[in-house]
Every structure is written in C-alpha cells, then in structure tokens.
C-alpha cells in the first residue's frame, strides 16, 4: 500500500461521491419540504440517459450537463403532479415514478448505448503540475466535482438564510401554519421537487458524463436509494451530507483498496456499511429526540380550497 | 333485494372505472410507442393475444402474478394496523436465502418433509428481518418506513456474499447449484405454473377471512382506524406491531422461496428485481383490499409478461414496458377518491 | 353510469375490431433465427461483438429472419426464447453463460428448434443442443505478451497489470492466468520466492454492468500504480475510457471495437467474431445436417480476432505477438504448459493437453484440469496474481 494508493482513495472517494452528494443534495430539499422522494433512482437514469445522449449529438458536456439537469427537474414536476394536485400517497407515487424512469431512461439511451462521448474536461488543481502523471491525474477534477462543496454551502444557505428557505422549511414542518403565514405550500412544494430535481440530476450528470462515460440501462444501481439513506444519516443538513456522501464513496474505495492488496474482505459485506450505519445513527438519535426530521415529511396537503 | 342490487351496481360501478383508467393508461403508452416510431396497434395486439390468447402466455402472465401477489399481502397485513412496510424486498431475499440453505443441506430428505422445511425457514428469514423494523417501532425508536427501506439492500448483499461464499456451485457462476428436485414445487399441466400459486391463493383466502370473521381482524381494524382508541381498549399495540411486522415479513420470506423453489431453482444475486416494490404498489393501490390486490398484481402481471414479447415484435426495450406499468399506477394513483374509504 | 359503461364497452370494442384489421402478412423465412443477449446489442463489448456475428448469418444467407432480445436477465430467459420459438424460430442462440441450464431444458421440450449456447464447459450436446465458444485463452496469453513487451520497451521496472473483473468466475480466473503467463514468458521467468517480476492485480465490481463500480474499480487499481488495465465485463467502455483519462494503457477484450475509447493509451484487444463459423451452423440446420457438438473455435478457423494495435506499439511488439499468434494456431505454443505455480500452495501444475481425466477432476484435485474444461474455470491463481478472491 504506497502513498499513492492511500492518497488514490480520497480521489476516488471524491470522483464517485460528486454524483452522491448533488443527489444527496436534492433529496434534503425535498424532503425539508416534506416530500419524500423514492423515485430518485428513476430519476437519476433519466436524467443519466437525456445528459449522455445530448452530449453525444451536440458534442458538448455542459449542454449534456444542462440537459441532464432539466430532465431531472421536469420528471419531479410528473411526481408533484401526482402527490401535491392529485394528493397521492408519496412513496407509492416514488416507488411508479422509479419504473417510470426505468422505463423511459431505456427508451431515451437506447440509440447511445456504447457511444463514445468527450466527457467533461478535468482541470488540475492549481500548483500541483510538477507533479508525474500519475499524481497529476489523481487532482485533475472536472467543474462538477469543484462545484460540489460550494453548492452545498448555496443549499445550506438557501435553506436556513433566506426567505424562501425558510418557507420550504415552514412548509415541510407545519403546512396548515405555513397557509397561515401567507404561503402557498404547493407552489413551495412544487419548486422545492423542481430546485431539488436540478441538483439531482446535476449528480446523474456527473455520473454518466463526467465520471463514467458512458451509459447503459440501470447503471445508477441503487445509487438513488442511498442518497435517501444519506439524507437521514446526515440529518437534513447540507453541509452533513458532504461528510455522509465522501464517507460512503471512501468506504467503497477503500474496499477496493483492500481487495487488490490481497486482504481478503467480502465487498457485499463491505457494501451494507451505509445501510447499517443509517440504521444504527437512527437508534442513537431515536432515544434522544425526534432526529430532526421534517414534522410533515410524507404528508399531503389537503389546504383550504 | 335493492340493496344487493346496489352494491352490485357499486362494484360494477368500480370494475369499469379501473377499465377506464387502464384504458387511459393504454392510450398514454401508445403515444409514447408512436413517437417511438412503432406501431402501437401491432404492440398492443400481440400482447394481449399472447397473455390472454394463449395458453403459454397465459400460463406465464401466472407464473409472474404469484409472487407480486405474495408480496403484496405482506404489505397488506401491516398497512391494516397502520404499519409501512416496504421491506418486502429484503425480507424476500433473506426467506430465499433461508429455505436455500435447507435445500442445499438436506438434500436427501423427501420431498414432502423438505419443502414444508423450507416454506417454515423461509417464513422464518422474512420474518427475522421484518422483526428489526417491528421492534424499532414497538420500543419507539425508529418509524418502520425507513428501517424497511434501508433494509432492502442489505437483504440482497446479504445474497450475495453467501452465493460467492459458503453456496459456490460447482459450476462456478454468480448462483448456486440447482436444487435437488425434492426441493422444487410442483409444477401443472405441464407448464410453469407451479404450487406456489396454491400457496397464494390460500394466503389471501386466509387473510380476506381473517380481517372479516375474526377477533384478530376486527382488532387489527380497530388498530388501524385509531390507535389511541384501540390502547385504551386493551389492545397490546406494542405486540402487536411486532407480531404484525413479523407476520408481514414471513409472507414475503415465503414470496422469496416460493420464487427460488417454484421459479428459478437455484438462489441467485438480485434475483427479485423488485417484485418486493411491486408488491408494495399493488397492495397500496388496492387499499389492501383481497379482491383488489387479486386484481391488480394480475394487471401488472399481464403488463410484465406482455413486455417480454414488444421486444421481440417491436424491437423496443424490455425496460420500455415500465412506462405502461408506470402509467397503469399513475393513472390509479391519480385517483386516490376511489380509494378514499381509509385515509391515514 | 349506464352512459360510462356504454361508452367504455364501445371504445373497448372499436379498440379490438382495430387491432383485429391489422394482420400482418410476411413472405416465409428460409430460416428464423432468435437470439437472446444477456447486455445491449450497441455495448461495444460481448453483446455486441455476438450480435454483430449472428448479423453476419443475415448477410451471408439469402432470407435469414432474425428476432432479438436485449437486456435479457439470466435468471428469466426462458420465457422470450419460448416467445421466439412460440413465432417460428428453427435457431436459438443463448448468447449468455448463465441461459445454459434454460436453454438446454427448452431443448428437450421442443425437439424441432436447434439451440445453440455461447460458452464453454459444457458437455451436454445433444440432435439439437450444441455449443460453442472460441480460444479466449491464447488471446489472452498475446495480450500478456503484449503487455510485457510494452512495459519492456517503456523500461518499467516492476510492473504491475490491473485487472478489473466482474466476478470470481472460473472462466475470469482463466483469463487472468493466461493473461499472466503470457507476460511472465515475455518479461522475466519466475520462480516462486523470487521478486515477482510481474505482478497482476485483480479486483472485482460484483456487476457485469454497473459503470460507476467499474469507474472506481479502474481508478483504485490505477492508484495501487497499474501500468496496464484490463477487464472482464459485458462493456468495456468505462474501463477502457477512465484507464484513458488517467493516461494509463489499456487492453480490451470481448468486442474488436473497444479501441475508439482509448484512442491514445490503447494497446491492443481481441475480440469474438464468430460471423462465419455461425453461418456453417445455419446453413447445417437449413439443410438439415446439423448435429450438436461442444465446439471450440480456434484461432485459426477466425473465431476471435485481434483488434488493431495502438499508437504506441512498436513493430517488433506487433511482431513478436503475430509470431505467437502461428505459433498458438499451430499447436506448438500452448499457454498452460508448466511449470505453473499455484500462488497459493506453491504446487507445480503442469495442465496436460490433450485432455484426459475426469471433467470434474479440477475441483477436487486442485491443479490438474483438462484442457477442454479450461473454459469451465480454474479455482486457483498462478502465481504472480494479488488480490481477487
């Protein structure tokens, strides 16, 4: 194990914990509005598939990225529909919305399976081009990967600095209260699923046009069902998230590390670690109080018509 | 007899609204298979002569419904108390595991003490899983949704370390050896239908007559119309969220070994391929009504079994068929005045 | 409400009169062929490599119609190669390693209809159950080469080859020791004890598909200090892409076409073309003389071919190779001769060709294998291979 490989880790851990976090990220905001989304992993393939197939006809990653993100946030706008007009139960619409995803992604990346696409540039941190190759390609990031953090200190800073931050939050507490105060939980809700959709599908983006390269039928593997594990393991807070995302994508890395310096270690085994550890945080915090969760997380706004 | 007479009026009236709905659903699919530049017709025909018109076809439209309908009463036991269990995945996976493990153990024994075997230890590895979550809640610790849902996965990775562990066959591959056949249900008419089908049936026989004719049911109602009410009734809420969430897990653990014995044979990594989730819409969408989840986990068997063919007639993607499935649920949901009877 | 059902049951019954006019009419195939792949038919890799082949059948005979399915799990192929039977199909092919069982039981039940399966290690050919697969172990033995000579040339001191793999299958762990043979004998004989001249390091991503695993796969055996990456997986684009970005070279295997996602850093690859040898196989079923065998396709009868070499091979590489590849043709270079040593037990295991022994003979004998059970998989590693379990 040389320095190198140690120091690979954390690169590794940072390339494939982008995509989670952004999800991560649109997850807390919807779920600070009280929605809880389950159809993240169809919306990851769609949003993974309209990306890669833009960059591949136009040539161009950042309006794949663009496209990516839009796809995202217009198939939340399906979900709204469903749960916030028609008042459907949440996480049976999440659940169809999940086929529905993996029904249209396929349709969508059909035509682009095993396309060769020029991913996102990466650009080397400042200062380090002395380095060798080898080293230089571990800090080469692309734009997604810089923006990550940032975003989500944007996110924390929308949610709990301003005025619309706190409205969604209103909402996702006490909707009846909300109405009350001259807020219209619907529209808060609609633009939460539509901002969080963006942010989600900014981190499909990453995964099939940034890191991979490539696309083909359910490539996100359970990858939205772990934002939604993340999302309570770091409490609904975005600046949490970072730490749950990069410890996730760490262990994962970490994992492999392990595995092909010769320690034996079962990576099913290894892979259950953000689950358990979810599950242990949620008995730790369930004793004290109600672990900050949204007071209306799951709840339909029936109003006042 | 006008009130017979009304509500026959009343179920008919529901049947052709569902058709209506199904109808729409359809209508929606079709646009989406015509922009794709296929005939919707020609997609449309061949599904429907294949799953209904054909004895083959309709045999496997059977064989998928079996365990959707399984595990959609594992979702309905617990949702009659109020309890979310959308665990069915998982706890259908750790039920195959179990009963796999007694089929590769006792290969010797008879058919007729094996399979109740693994159908007990199946139950018993769903339940054992749905009991973490059960607990969580009873104590008051952790809300059942989400213990269920993180539960999920593990059950799979829990899978698959075991096939690439301890379960290697001798062949090699990502599952292990093909059970003796003492451990695989029977099969009928010389199709793929096999007893798993029976064990279905029975279940929801069994949990239409114990919702409606007994003490069980008519607590586990009031449970679930008020708790509050109920407790101060005597009703143990604690044990019975427990028993309730263990009882829902067995079913899907039975899901999973009816899919491993009935179905495939063997134990393999993500074999389920979210039968579990489909179970749970189903079960959602047919407000845990018997004749309702009957219903739709056929529906959506039709759907599933029909796909298989539009890939072959009109070269679209199989994954493609989760839009009419997506659409026949978005339509319901869309809906939810028909299924007002019991709001949480 | 009589109103919504009148209107429900007109529209259900203008909808089946509409479906009933549109019988279709086609003229009579020669032959129907179904094929079943277990990834996308576009992947670049497997899928495609075997679509492309049984494609070329449909070139090569006149009137050759041809059903296909994607994306077919192996756990549930039996119902669409029934559908395909079910409109016509005399030919099945059951492109995928884990379709054998279900193909096989489909066999018996439908006497008519030729199946015929892509792997190796089976014996169970029947009238009309057959199966075939090419040498993926010589190829593998020219990509060692062909790595060792590389890292030869650049003046690398200990190299060291990444391996990015699926599963611990035993056709993967075949592959992964041809692979390190192949650059042992070029680069530095190897005794046990000594310093490994050659390493190869294996990792796993537990997915024949999932792209983000296999990013991350690539990545940790590049960090660990790759000089070279391979894989075994249905699609080589992310591996080969990402080996790519990180400017590390790359081997492709399964598809020839897996060259464009490394256009500077790739060195070579070898691929399945079996188009000819498949249209022998329909043109026997057409005319009736098909009977099933357990084929291996060598490298001289074309199936499997190498893909074109990289910028960055020099001639005396390419030749150096080609040399192998007549000698492997021949029969006078055979990857597997010993002395080989188990990395485990250290035991020599000198794998006797022609085949003898029991076919099951490998599993409890821990090195003795016969050559025609290669493709069922070796349980061990020799010796120079870290990591895979």
Known sequence: MSLLSIVGVLSSAIFAGTSLLYTTLGEVIHQRSGIVDLGLEGLLLVSASTGFAVTSVSGNPYLGVLAAMLAGGLFNMVFGYLVINRKANQLASGLAMMFFGFGLSALIGNAYVGAKIDGLPRILLPGLSDLPILWTSLFKFDILIYLAIPVAFLVSWLLFRTRWGLGLRAVGENMDAAFASGRNPRLIRYQALFFGGLLAGLGAAHLSIAYTMSWGEHMTAGRGFIAVALVIFSRWQPLQAIVGALLFSGAIAFQLLLQSSGVQVSGFLLNTIPYVLTILVLIAWGGTRKHAAPASLGRVYYGSE | ?344 | MKKVLFISLAVVLALSVSLIGCEGEGEPAVLTIGAIYVGSIDDAGYNQALHDSIAEIGDNIEGVEIIEAENVPENACTAPMQLMIDQGADLIFATSFGYHDAALALSVDNPDVVFEWCGGGSDNATANFGTFFGEPPNGWYMMGMAAGLMMIEDEVTDPMFGFVAAFPIGWTRTFINAFTLGAQSVYAPVVPNATAAVEVVVAYTYSWSDLAQQAITTNALIDQGADVITMHVDAPTTVIGTAETRGVYSIGYQSVEAKKFAPLKWIGGIGFTFGDLLTGVAQDVISGNYTGANKYWGWDEGAMELAEWGPDVTEAIKTEVLDAKDDLEAGTLYPFTGPIYDRDTGLIAAIPKPPVGDPWLWLTANVTIPEWMLGWGDNFYVWGVTGGF
């Open chain 2, 1 to 344: 007899m006008p009130q017979r007479a009304d509500t026959r009026q009343k179920i008919l009236n529901v049947v052709v609204r569902y058709l209506l709905l199904i109808l729409l659903a359809l209508l929606l699919f079709g646009l989406i298979v015509m922009i794709s530049g296929k005939d919707p017709f020609q997609a449309y025909k061949d599904m429907f002569t294949f799953t209904l018109g054909t004895t083959y076809g309709f045999s496997e439209v059977i064989v998928t419904m079996i365990p959707i309908l399984i595990t959609a009463l594992a979702v309905a036991v617990p949702w009659r108390v109020g309890l979310i269990n959308i665990g069915g995945e998982g706890q259908l996976y750790i039920g195959a595991a179990f009963a796999t493990w007694a089929a590769l153990t006792f290969q010797n024994l008879p058919a007729w003490i094996l399979l109740p075997l693994m159908m007990l230890l199946g139950m018993l590895g769903g339940a054992l899983w749905a009991f973490i979550p059960g607990y969580l809640r009873a104590i008051g610790l952790v809300n059942e949704t989400i213990v269920t849902l993180l539960l999920n996965p593990v059950g799979n990775m829990i899978v698959g370390f075991l096939i690439f562990s301890f379960w290697r066959s001798p062949m090699d591959a990502a599952k292990t050896s093909i059970f003796v056949p003492a451990a695989l249900l029977p099969t009928f008419f010389g199709t793929r239908v096999h007893l798993g089908l029976v064990i279905g049936l029975v279940l929801l026989a069994l949990y239409w007559f114990v919702m409606k004719y007994t003490r069980w049911g008519l607590e586990m109602r009031a449970i679930g119309g008020n708790p509050q009410a109920a407790r101060r009734n005597g009703i143990p809420l604690k044990g019975y969220s427990i028993i309730i969430m263990c009882i829902g897990g067995a079913i899907a653990g039975l899901a999973g070994m009816v899919m491993v014995s009935g179905f495939f044979h063997f134990l393999s990594h993500n074999f389920s391929r979210n039968v579990g989730f489909m179970g749970f819409l189903i079960s959602w969408l047919a407000g845990a009504q018997p004749i309702g989840i009957l219903l739709m986990s056929f529906v959506v068997a039709i759907i599933l079994t029909g796909g298989t063919l539009l890939q072959l007639t009109i070269d679209l993607p199989y994954a493609v068929i989760n839009i009419l499935l997506a659409f026949t649920l978005f339509v319901v949901l869309a809906r939810p005045a028909f299924f007002e009877r019991k709001k949480a």
